[in-house]
């Protein structure tokens, strides 16, 4: 009878990079879990003053079976905090412990937590390796995988950061249950994204399990997470770095990180701005062909329904459209100026395309006005 | 008849990150310099306030014919600079001027800058391309070969970095001509490393010509660096990040790393803490049974003929063992608690060892002592 928590596995395909991401239940405290992992004398987890209290203490009866000291660190939680000086705190930690480059350390967050201990992991002595452990539905269908981490600058999000895979992704699913209802649907705009880029049989079947979702279904929670999983792992499998394809999982993510700057880091969720991000990403794919009018209301509707903003904030009253483009030009998928939108081709397709600025100007003004029209 | 600068060329081998390093003449000036770059919208050079009136204004107009905008940054000078306020103008800069993924930034100076702007590079955007143009013997002949790059911490030398290779690394010999003699010495250490870790042949060479090397020849510079460019090239392809035979290149680095840590980083220069730091390693190799007395007097002699000190600084008059032992085990090389040393197994060939504590402890005492007999 094997009493082990079902647990599904995704696997990420990277050549000596490659690694799992397992997703189940009570994996922080099942031993299984560190199965395989290397055994250095010190393991460091990096969470927050958020967290922490929740799941460290179980994590760290685990990690104590296998390494000889066990660290924790708490971070400040939110994402004003995504900077260097919180950086700095896990550095300061790792080197008063005299942590040696095989120290292991285990990132125990949401997206905030896990690109900040991804970064200390791929900069501290040149790199060590590192275990992502979401505990938000964003970070476990996103953030946690495929290896991006960062912190910001004050003019512009994620723009200091690595290329750094982890070891090992652990998806508890039971760490869902205490996430609040906000942060429940940022992580959704997350999960609603891989349809409209790559799979509208998915999308389908989010709009048919919507409720079931918000309301935590660990089955409908499961099935969302390893298909995102699934297809975040493919994309990623074929364009580590991101020198093509994998720029369709930033779909949402251009007028998303404008309205998150430019609202102030925190005010608005990254998922927020994401969802609201991605009814403007498809305002701007109707225009330029992409898809029809009911497409960009079918998405408007279910971002809608995943309890997230479809209505963009006005950033400046004076000259709102200016404030936004300036913001949206030091997008990291730009290229000499020019803003690269994430662009529906066609439902369950996308790519990278310019657009012209009158274009991207007037879904602006409609995005903030609210209006529903076509462009 | 050919009019260009005569100029050799070593490759590192490292697949899809290989590179070229080119060592010659004027080579700032040569637009074939940067044949083969990628030409990106616009360039960014990396100095700092000694090197950039000595040479970016030469560098600006190559640069000129290949990008639409070319913009400086100018660092403090010196190792004290070395570390997150100074990397953190780089990024100011970068995000000021709107530069994209596709920027390339020129490292112009010696190792501090190279290592910052590397580092810089590695991490803007998760990394842009860069190019190395070491103006420093020390730079040319080790730090700007091989990808290493770093900050410092308050708690440890270089703890902050990346493996981040450049597209190519252009030592122009004529930049070597401005460098004060105190520096000329500190990179001679570097040059005579290659020695006992490599070749004993080429330690034969340094000691034949080395009132070439501190007059400056043309010739004797070019062979030094060419030669140990090859030794190090060999190295890297074999080891890129340092899991096992890439820390020979360390030797004299760990006592050494004592010194620029414990008198306050830029009192002794690192090429200065090498020199010394390979006297005190070799001890330790006579006292592990490697080499014999006669090789550290040969060596000690040769640190001694290139300028740079054999006797060790006090750094601390209550427990001066104590407190070398203590910045050791921090080093990046040492493995839970225990710190491990370059150590010569005998003339030209090198491996990572531990010692004794009181073997260490004797070492230090007599290297503080300016004793040259044996341990």
Not at 145 to 152: E, H, P, S
Not at 173 to 191: F, I, K
Not at 283 to 308: K, M, N, P
Request: hydrophobic share 45%; with cysteine; charged share 20%.
């Amino acid at each position: 009878m094997d009493e082990r928590p079902h647990k599904h596995s995704v696997r990420i395909d990277l050549g000596d990079r490659s690694y799992e991401i397992f997703i189940g239940h009570r994996l922080i405290d099942d031993p299984a879990s560190l199965d395989g992992l290397p055994a250095g004398a010190s393991a460091v987890i990096v969470s927050n003053v958020t967290v922490a209290p929740l799941y460290a203490a179980r994590l760290i009866s685990a990690l104590q079976t296998r390494f000889r000291q066990v660290h924790l660190v708490e971070l400040p939680d939110g994402e004003a905090h995504k900077h260097w000086g919180s950086l700095n705190l896990i550095f300061d930690a790792l080197l008063e412990k005299a942590c040696d480059r095989k120290t292991v350390l285990f990132a125990l967050g949401g997206g905030v937590v896990g690109d900040m201990a991804g970064f200390a992991a791929a900069c501290y002595m040149r790199g060590i390796p590192f275990v992502q452990i979401p505990t938000t539905l964003l970070a476990q269908v996103d953030s946690s995988v495929g290896g991006k981490t960062a912190i910001n600058h004050p003019l512009g999000k994620n723009m200091i950061g690595a290329f750094y895979q982890p070891l090992r992704v652990l998806c508890d699913l039971d760490t869902l249950g205490s996430l609040p209802d906000r942060e429940l649907s940022a992580g959704l705009a997350e999960v609603i994204k891989y349809g409209p880029i790559a799979d509208m049989a998915f999308f389908d079947w989010i709009e048919a399990h919507m409720a079931a979702l918000r309301a935590r279904s660990p089955e409908a929670l499961s099935h969302a997470i390893r298909r995102s999983c699934e297809i975040k792992a493919a994309v990623v499998g074929q364009d580590e770095r991101e020198s093509g394809l994998r720029a369709i999982l930033n779909f949402g993510h251009t007028f998303g990180h404008a309205i998150e700057a430019g609202m102030g880091y925190g005010a608005w969720l990254h998922g927020e701005a994401v969802g609201c991000g991605m009814v403007m990403a498809a305002r701007l794919s109707r225009a330029l062909g992409g898809v029809d009018q009911s497409f960009v209301e079918r998405l408007t509707e279910l971002v809608r329904a995943a309890g997230l903003p479809t209505v963009a904030p006005v950033l400046d009253g004076h000259d709102n459209v200016g404030r936004y483009l300036q913001l949206m030009r030091v997008d990291k998928k730009a290229e000499a100026g020019a803003i690269r939108f994430v662009v529906i081709e066609g439902p369950g397709r996308a790519s990278m395309q310019s657009a012209p600025d009158d274009m991207v100007a007037e879904v602006i003004r409609i995005s903030c006005a609210g209006e529903t029209q076509c462009v």
